[in-house]
């Protein structure tokens, strides 16, 4: 079954310094979503992706994160300048406008990567 | 605004009973969609079921099972057979149903144990 991949698994880094995390969604998806998890917390919609341009963003995603489709298999968050605070698990997901019920208004079930766990030092 | 509510931090469960995880949500569209994803501790998050709000069937997807009560606003998942397996953080999640397929909202989960 095809399915999301993310790398790295694990990325530390220096506070101040920019980390892009990669995603290789589902090659017949067309809907890309990155979602973060602080440890213990509850996953957090960061930014929805369609049609290469952002659909829908959170307050999370201020100007220091960006998303890029560079190539048309490749997805990616980029945050410039990490604070300890960004330390999180990050989620890729993506799902197919032709599944789920309701025609144009489907409900997509997203199909999540296995996350990236991001450090901050 | 859109809130999904857990209220069950955690649940245990006898190995091969059924279990029933609560969810309520609140939303004021027509149109939307549920979900249940499992979060192993291994950090991953697998998705298990959904129910689109026309869906006058409630889903089944194996031993998953969503008790969709639209009057209530609640979608309890209901896993039925309880395997060691199944220990896991579990989220309901929800999202409207638009074109674009926005973000999703999810609870804080419920966290299910297991009993041999």
């Known amino acids: 079954e095809p399915e999301v991949t993310q790398t790295p698994s694990h990325q530390v880094t220096q506070m101040g310094q920019e980390v892009i995390l990669r995603c290789v969604p589902i090659?017949?998806?067309?809907?890309f979503y990155w979602y973060r998890q602080i440890l213990g917390q509850k996953v957090e919609f960061l930014v929805s992706?369609?049609?290469?341009?952002?659909?829908?963003k959170s307050e999370i995603f201020d100007d220091q994160f960006s998303v890029e489709r560079p190539d048309g298999s490749n997805f990616t968050l980029k945050i410039r300048s990490t604070k300890l605070e960004d330390s999180a698990m990050y989620f890729c997901?993506?799902?197919?406008?032709?599944?789920?019920?309701?025609?144009?208004?489907?409900?997509?079930?997203?199909?999540f990567g296995d996350g990236t766990r991001l450090s901050i030092l | 605004a859109q809130k999904i509510t857990q209220t069950q931090p955690g649940m245990f469960v006898q190995e091969k009973e059924a279990v029933t995880l609560d969810c309520t949500y609140d939303?004021?569209?027509?149109?939307?969609?549920l979900f249940w994803y499992k979060q192993p501790s291994s950090g991953e998050m697998i998705f298990l079921i959904y129910?689109?709000?026309?869906?006058?069937q409630n889903a089944t997807e194996g031993r998953y099972s969503l008790n969709f009560q639209k009057a209530r606003k609640s979608a309890n998942l209901v896993i039925s057979a309880s395997q060691l397996g199944d220990s896991a953080m579990y989220f309901c999640?929800?999202?409207?149903?638009?074109?674009?397929?926005?973000?999703?909202?999810f609870g804080a989960g419920t966290r299910l144990f297991v009993k041999a």
């Open positions: 939303t004021s569209d027509q149109s939307y969609g």
């Open positions: 129910q689109g709000s026309y869906d006058e």
């Open positions: 999640a929800m999202r409207e149903g638009r074109v674009g397929g926005f973000k999703t909202i």
């Open positions: 090659s017949n998806h067309l809907y």
């Open positions: 992706f369609y049609n290469n341009e952002i659909s829908e």
């Open positions: 997901a993506s799902s197919d406008p032709h599944h789920g019920t309701g025609g144009l208004m489907g409900n997509q079930p997203q199909h």
